[in-house]
């Protein structure tokens, strides 16, 4: 496959501008009266009002909060929200992480329907409002690293893959879980300005990554439905590997014998590998994994084995 243009993230978090200085940016074109006009250009017809305007709950409103798992804490300070919310990858809509937020207003994530699918007994289409009431919904703390070195802490709220997998009824020959991202390029602009990139994005695990007690379907952060930008409205969350694996707007779960091709390790194998897991002694090709820059605070942090998750799932990688 031939690729045109390296894609933005591929910047090491050392070469991007700095958020203080955009955001300065932006006050001087306000205090200057051409914000409206600078920005004009790059806005979408429905551009929301704010980071925090794009959070549609559909018929969920209620399920909100829901109870934090106390099992489920992390010893650095929480991410500001807003922040989390104006600075995303999410290539569907645009690869300019301050401005996905305002790229998302056309996104219509209800009603969502989750499909089944491959080996397994039980395949079949499942309501997600309906799915979000018959699991629980629990609040879980975790660390979240991109492989870009940056990193955040957020509260997301959802439940776990397992008893999703579970109601499927895997077949004994299952061995990977393929998901996959909604595909609307009437919905998402970046997917229009960038037909080159093999859509939609698609991402898997192992079998016993995906059913491990780690694995997490956010439907959530904040307390609240996830803005449309993390990934409205359910999104993968595995916190013991990079950013990539963590695939947004999931309509397709599929059982495979094989190990499936994903997005960004059949775009650039070398630089993204299948397994993804935090590993700080593995350099980036292109630049140092052994810390990370938390969004917001700007501090600069150790990476820590499997994102801090060491204890939990190195387990799953001894051979
Ligand atoms: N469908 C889809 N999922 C995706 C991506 C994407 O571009 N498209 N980007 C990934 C990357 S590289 C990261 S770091 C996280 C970012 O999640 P956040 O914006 O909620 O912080 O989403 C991941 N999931
Ligand atoms: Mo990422």
């Known amino acids: 496959m031939q690729i045109r243009t390296p894609p933005a993230w591929h910047l090491p978090e050392a070469q991007v501008t700095p958020e203080a200085v955009w955001q300065g940016r932006r006050r001087f074109l306000a205090a200057a009266g051409l914000g409206a006009l600078a920005l004009a250009g790059c806005r979408s017809a429905d551009a929301p009002a704010s ?9 969920t409103a209620d399920l909100y909060p829901a109870r934090r798992n106390p099992a489920y804490g992390v010893d650095r300070p929480l991410t500001d929200e807003r922040t989390a919310a104006s600075y995303n990858n999410f290539y569907e809509f645009t690869t300019d992480k301050a401005e996905v937020w305002q790229q998302v207003g056309a996104f219509q994530p209800w009603p969502w329907t989750l499909t089944l699918s491959g080996l397994c007994r039980k395949p079949g289409q499942h309501d997600l409002a309906k799915l979000m009431r018959q699991f629980a919904l629990e609040e879980r703390v975790y660390r979240f690293r991109c492989v870009e070195a940056w990193s955040m802490v957020v509260p997301w709220t959802g439940f776990p893959l397992r008893p ?37 994005y698609f991402e898997a695990l192992s079998l ?30 595995v916190p013991w590997k990079y950013g990539y694996k963590n695939i947004k ?3 397709g779960i599929e059982f495979l014998a094989e190990r499936p091709a994903t997005f960004w390790n059949k775009l650039v194998p070398h630089e993204y590998g299948f397994d993804g897991n935090v590993e700080p002694q593995v350099p980036h090709p292109r630049w140092s994994q052994a810390s990370e820059r938390a969004i917001g605070s700007g ?8 994102n801090g998750y060491a204890a939990e799932v190195a387990s799953l990688y001894r051979v």
């Open 51 to 59: 980071p925090l305007a794009t959070v549609d709950p559909g018929l």
């Open 164 to 200: 999703l997998i579970a109601l499927a009824d895997p077949l004994p020959e299952a061995r990977y879980v393929r998901l996959v991202t909604a595909e609307r390029p009437d919905q998402m602009p970046g997917m229009r300005g960038q037909a080159w990139y093999p859509w939609p």
């Open 208 to 237: 016993p990554e995906a059913t491990h007690e780690l694995a997490f379907l956010a439907t959530g952060i904040y307390g609240h439905a996830l803005p449309r930008q993390h990934g409205a409205p359910v999104r993968l969350v």
């Open 249 to 251: 707007s999931i309509v």
């Open 299 to 306: 501090e600069r942090l150790p990476t820590l084995p499997y």
